[in-house]
């Protein structure tokens, strides 16, 4: 009985009877059979000890040691006396029809919690790769709530044939609510029009990068929401206009001249007050070479200083005045820029007044681009979402339990 007890508690194989173990340099091969007690029969109900026959069933379980576990169990069939009815017995390790116990199972599913393939899990628990893809098949995410806060992104995929799908994340809450295979209008209106308009305006604020289908849905379907661009992209645009700028400009230079530039790029890119003496040396240096860089170096400071008012109001004021001035400057990639600043002016002055943005949802992407190369891609996108939803819902989970 204390045998029994030791297989049940330490081993979690309730009712199991351990008669022999056997060990090779990749297996561990358990013979057990379950506790003989009298079963009620499944047809008519009356109870009956009566053997039949036995037979001996493979079962997988998790790995141990470093090795593979197999159970080989003796199962006993029962004769009902009554009604003639021949039937196995019950136990609470092995779903009917299965060949692996339900720890096995938890296993399995626990593994694909990371960025691993299904080739790996499937390598480690000496599965097929087809039957992990099943057991993780029984998993499916329903369409979730709307947040108070949605932030909405898309990343380079390529299952279904589609060249991006787009994520859904809670800003606020650091979580992954949803993927969709598509980002274009049609679809993102079919998938937002399935939400009541009572749901629908619980989101007050919208947060997207400058894809206009994104605004034109926040616009159709988030009335009642604040649309917020997020800041790195539309930084970004400066910093593109000025790199246009040198690039343009470094052609021009001597081959020793534009190899410096290339080396001490970075340089100019970053605020001229946060370098040390030595640095601002060499951007001095750089910028002697080129009136067009200079004043396009010139153009780019004044926008990012821009980010040094805490009140959101001067720092709109501080962007209408760079808007004003890089519109007519004479040069066509800053030109260009204060269109576009323009254009989505709204979005990005909403922008000063929260702390919402896209930074959650471009570390989800990393993750997805990580998952993605190590199964060299997806063909099936439902697997796809589900796998990245498991993931960060189990993550979720964890950072619960560790507040707790």
């Given at each position: 009985m204390l045998y029994t007890d030791f297989n049940g508690k330490l081993l979690?194989?309730?009712?199991?009877?351990?008669?022999?173990?056997?060990?090779?340099?990749?297996?561990?091969?358990?013979?057990?059979?379950?506790?003989?007690?009298?079963?009620?029969?499944?047809?008519?109900?009356?109870?009956?000890?009566?053997?039949?026959?036995?037979?001996?069933?493979k079962i997988k379980d998790i790995p141990a040691f470093g090795k593979n576990v197999v159970i080989l169990l003796r199962k006993r069939r029962y004769l009902c006396n009554h009604c003639g009815k021949r039937f196995y017995e019950?136990?609470?390790?092995?779903?009917?029809?299965?060949?692996?116990?339900?720890r096995l199972v938890g296993f399995v599913l626990e593994k694909l919690t990371d960025e691993r393939s299904f080739t790996s899990v499937a390598r480690e628990v000496n599965l097929s790769v087809s039957t992990v893809m099943r057991i993780f098949d029984l998993i499916n995410y329903p369409k979730p709530d709307l947040p108070v806060a949605l932030s909405i992104d898309e990343f380079k995929g390529n299952t279904n044939g589609e060249k991006y799908q787009c994520i859904i994340t809670d800003p606020i809450k650091k979580q992954v609510l949803d993927i969709l295979p598509k980002r274009y209008k049609p679809y993102l209106t079919n998938y937002f029009k399935e939400y009541s308009k009572e749901e629908r305006n619980k989101v007050?604020?919208?947060?997207?990068?400058?894809?206009?289908?994104?605004?034109?849905?926040?616009?159709?379907?988030?009335?009642n929401s604040t649309s917020v661009i997020d800041r790195y992209h539309w930084i970004r645009q400066c910093i593109w206009a000025f790199e246009n700028v040198?690039?343009?400009?470094?052609?021009?230079?001597?081959?020793?001249?534009?190899?410096?530039?290339?080396?001490?790029?970075?340089?100019?890119?970053?605020?001229?007050?946060?370098?040390?003496?030595e640095?601002?040396?060499?951007?001095?240096?750089?910028?002697?070479?080129?009136?067009?860089?200079?004043?396009?170096?010139?153009?780019?400071?004044?926008?990012?200083?821009i980010f040094t008012y805490k009140d959101p109001q001067?720092?709109?004021?501080?962007?209408?005045?760079?808007?004003?001035?890089?519109?007519?400057?004479?040069?066509?990639?800053?030109?260009?820029?204060s269109e576009t600043m323009r254009n989505w002016y709204k979005g990005i002055t909403n922008s000063f007044y929260t702390p919402l943005a896209n930074g959650f949802t471009e570390g989800c992407n990393n993750k997805i681009k990580v998952l993605k190369r190590n199964a060299y891609g997806y063909r099936n996108f439902y697997r796809f979402r589900n796998r990245i939803l498991h993931i960060f819902s189990?993550?979720?989970?964890?950072?619960?339990?560790?507040?707790?």
């Amino acid at each position: 009985m204390l045998y029994t007890d030791f297989n049940g508690k330490l081993l979690g194989l309730q009712g199991l009877i351990i008669t022999n173990i056997e060990k090779t340099d990749s297996k561990i091969i358990i013979y057990a059979e379950m506790e003989r007690k009298e079963h009620k029969c499944p047809c008519c109900g009356n109870k009956t000890n009566a053997i039949h026959d036995y037979r001996m069933q493979k079962i997988k379980d998790i790995p141990a040691f470093g090795k593979n576990v197999v159970i080989l169990l003796r199962k006993r069939r029962y004769l009902c006396n009554h009604c003639g009815k021949r039937f196995y017995e019950e136990n609470t390790f092995l779903p009917r029809y299965y060949r692996m116990t339900n720890r096995l199972v938890g296993f399995v599913l626990e593994k694909l919690t990371d960025e691993r393939s299904f080739t790996s899990v499937a390598r480690e628990v000496n599965l097929s790769v087809s039957t992990v893809m099943r057991i993780f098949d029984l998993i499916n995410y329903p369409k979730p709530d709307l947040p108070v806060a949605l932030s909405i992104d898309e990343f380079k995929g390529n299952t279904n044939g589609e060249k991006y799908q787009c994520i859904i994340t809670d800003p606020i809450k650091k979580q992954v609510l949803d993927i969709l295979p598509k980002r274009y209008k049609p679809y993102l209106t079919n998938y937002f029009k399935e939400y009541s308009k009572e749901e629908r305006n619980k989101v007050k604020y919208f947060v997207s990068d400058m894809w206009r289908t994104y605004a034109d849905i926040s616009d159709i379907w988030f009335r009642n929401s604040t649309s917020v661009i997020d800041r790195y992209h539309w930084i970004r645009q400066c910093i593109w206009a000025f790199e246009n700028v040198r690039k343009e400009e470094q052609k021009k230079l001597s081959p020793s001249i534009r190899k410096y530039f290339k080396r001490s790029k970075s340089l100019l890119i970053k605020r001229y007050d946060s370098l040390d003496e030595e640095n601002k040396q060499a951007v001095n240096v750089m910028l002697y070479y080129s009136v067009n860089i200079s004043r396009a170096h010139w153009y780019k400071e004044q926008f990012l200083k821009i980010f040094t008012y805490k009140d959101p109001q001067k720092a709109k004021g501080a962007l209408n005045e760079w808007i004003i001035n890089a519109e007519n400057c004479g040069i066509p990639q800053f030109e260009k820029c204060s269109e576009t600043m323009r254009n989505w002016y709204k979005g990005i002055t909403n922008s000063f007044y929260t702390p919402l943005a896209n930074g959650f949802t471009e570390g989800c992407n990393n993750k997805i681009k990580v998952l993605k190369r190590n199964a060299y891609g997806y063909r099936n996108f439902y697997r796809f979402r589900n796998r990245i939803l498991h993931i960060f819902s189990h993550q979720k989970q964890q950072k619960e339990q560790a507040v707790a």
